[in-house]
């Protein structure tokens, strides 16, 4: 692939109208959701809930492309048409995470550090050979009394724009995906010094490795309050300290911008991504589209129970989230669209 091919890979993943469905959870993070829900954990029933995701009639409406995990992009629906392929057919571009998870950093209490660079370059051109046209890496980093530190920060935005320039060479576009979690008391303003700081570290590691900007997309977290802060705030005013927050940290040669829910329901990351299409529709240099795992799947999965009977149902409401995340992005959502 061309550096413009690469160029125009980025942009048809956040398409005017579309985003990102994430279905790359990790077997350990895949089990336990299903064993939330009373699911039998086998590979079995993740590759049927898979299947489900991907056969979805009309998700390439609103899914510009989905995120897989290494056991899924081996997989291949009940009439044996590997996931790919089918993937592929329904318009929508096959991707893959590649990191190999955040492990408990060293010295740094508290912290972790996303693994997986070694041997990275191959697993990379193996994944491209699969079909694979964009790659995922997540770091984490937490907010609570005296961290995230430096090092933490520091570390692990290396770490990403190392990814970043490894994909690039091997013509995967990557998602660089630095994830300020939202666990804790801390307030919104917190989170957007913390976001600021972390945003202007990974640009500086992106720049210093060489990766090209116009070649990438970001997955960053939404400026919200911790989960247990006393103080929750309304939809706009966190649209308006996101979109500031980027607005300071983010070149505009970034193509686009894709969020994490991180935990937030699905109404709630369409209702935040809506307000800030809304507010900043003339005042941003990239897209802001969505790249939601639970935000999207959560009530399929919820209907799906494990039982093929329940497929249709779990489709449509699949099939729901990611057509209110379409008019998210266009500042076309209301909450009329979740009475239909
Ligand atoms: P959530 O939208 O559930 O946060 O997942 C997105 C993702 O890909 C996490 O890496």
């Known amino acids: 692939m061309s550096a413009q091919e690469l160029i125009s890979t980025t942009?048809?993943?956040?398409?005017?109208?579309?985003?990102?469905l994430a279905m790359d959870e990790s077997t350990p993070t895949c089990n336990k959701?299903?064993?939330?829900?009373?699911?039998?954990?086998?590979e079995e029933t993740r590759r049927s809930y898979r299947?489900?995701?991907?056969?979805?009639p009309g998700l390439g409406e609103f899914i510009s492309g989905v995120i897989l995990y290494d056991e899924t992009i081996r997989q291949s629906s009940t009439d044996?048409?590997?996931?790919?392929?089918?993937?592929?057919?329904?318009?929508?571009?096959?991707g893959i995470k590649v990191d190999t998870s955040a492990k408990d950093m060293a010295g740094h209490p508290g912290e972790r550090i996303t693994e997986g660079l070694d041997g990275l370059g191959a697993r990379l051109a193996e994944y491209s050979q699969m079909g694979a046209r964009f790659a995922k890496w997540r770091a984490v980093i937490a907010i609570a009394d005296g961290i995230p530190s430096r090092g933490c920060i520091e570390a692990n935005a290396h770490s990403l724009a190392r990814y970043a320039a490894l994909c690039q060479e091997a013509s995967l576009v990557p998602i660089v995906e630095p994830e300020v979690l939202m666990d804790g008391?801390?307030?919104?303003?917190?989170?957007?010094?913390?976001?600021?700081?972390?945003?202007?570290?990974?640009?500086?590691?992106?720049?210093?490795?060489?990766?090209?900007?116009?070649?990438?997309?970001?997955?960053?977290n939404m400026v919200l309050p911790g989960l247990t802060c006393p103080k929750q705030e309304t939809v706009d005013k966190v649209a308006d300290a996101t979109v500031r927050c980027l607005l300071r940290a983010v070149p505009a040669a970034v193509p686009g911008i894709a969020f994490l829910s991180g935990g937030q329901s699905g109404e709630l990351a369409s209702a935040r991504l809506n307000a800030m299409n809304v507010r900043f529709k003339s005042q941003r240099p990239w897209a802001l589209a969505f790249s939601f795992?639970?935000?999207?799947?959560?009530?399929?999965?919820?209907?799906?129970q494990g039982d093929e009977a329940n497929v249709p149902a779990a489709q449509q409401a699949l099939y729901h989230r990611a057509r209110c995340n379409r008019a998210a992005r266009r500042g076309e959502y209301n909450a009329a669209m979740e009475r239909i």
């Open 80 to 94: 044996g048409t590997p996931f790919v392929k089918v993937i592929t057919g329904a318009g929508i571009i096959p």
């Open 185 to 220: 008391e801390h307030s919104l303003e917190r989170c957007f010094e913390v976001t600021a700081e972390v945003l202007r570290t990974v640009f500086s590691q992106l720049c210093t490795q060489r990766v090209a900007l116009e070649g990438m997309i970001l997955k960053p």
């Open 293 to 304: 795992a639970r935000a999207i799947q959560q009530p399929a999965l919820e209907i799906w």
């Open 33 to 42: 959701r299903f064993e939330k829900m009373g699911i039998t954990q086998t």
């Open 11 to 20: 942009k048809a993943m956040v398409a005017e109208g579309k985003g990102l």
């Open 51 to 56: 299947e489900l995701i991907v056969t979805t």
